[in-house]
C-alpha cells in the first residue's frame, strides 16, 4: 500500500475550474493505477478517473477532467474544467498495484482521506 494525500478541493462557481493533486508515498508508485473516486452527499460512492500506461473516465466527467501522473514526483493531477454543481463531491485519491486501468473501487487498496469540492450555481 502507499500513503495519499490530496490538495486542492474547494469552493467555485458553475463554469470554473480546479486541480486535484495527490501526493503518493511508498515504494514503486510507477507500478501503481492511479485513480479517483468521489461522493457525493446522499449517493453512492462513483468512479471519476483513473491512469496506469492509458486512461479511463467516467462519462459524466469525459471531455471536462483531465488525469495525469508525474512518476518523478510521486504525484498524480485532475485537472476539472467547466465543473457543475452535480459535480459538488469527496474526492478520493486511490491507488493499488496492479497493471491496466482499475475503474472499480472494491480493487484499490490505498485511499486518501479526501479533499472536498463544492460547486455553487
Known amino acids: 500500500q502507499v500513503q495519499l494525500v490530496e490538495s486542492g478541493g474547494g469552493l467555485v462557481q458553475a463554469g470554473g475550474s480546479l486541480t486535484l493533486s495527490c501526493a503518493a508515498s511508498?515504494?514503486?508508485?510507477?507500478?501503481?493505477?492511479m485513480g479517483w473516486f468521489r461522493r457525493a452527499p446522499g449517493k453512492e460512492r462513483e468512479f471519476v478517473a483513473a491512469?496506469?500506461?492509458?486512461?479511463a473516465y467516467a462519462d459524466s466527467v469525459k471531455g471536462r477532467f483531465t488525469i495525469s501522473r508525474d512518476n518523478a514526483k510521486n504525484t498524480v493531477s485532475l485537472q476539472m474544467n467547466s465543473l457543475k454543481p452535480e459535480d459538488t463531491a469527496i474526492y478520493y485519491c486511490?491507488?493499488?498495484?496492479?497493471?491496466?486501468?482499475?475503474?472499480?473501487?472494491?480493487?484499490?487498496?490505498?485511499w486518501g482521506q479526501g479533499t472536498q469540492v463544492t460547486v455553487s450555481s
Open positions: 511508498g515504494r514503486s508508485f510507477a507500478n501503481h493505477c
Open positions: 486511490v491507488a493499488v498495484r496492479r497493471m491496466g486501468v482499475v475503474t472499480t473501487a472494491r480493487l484499490y487498496d490505498s
Open positions: 491512469i496506469n500506461w492509458s486512461t
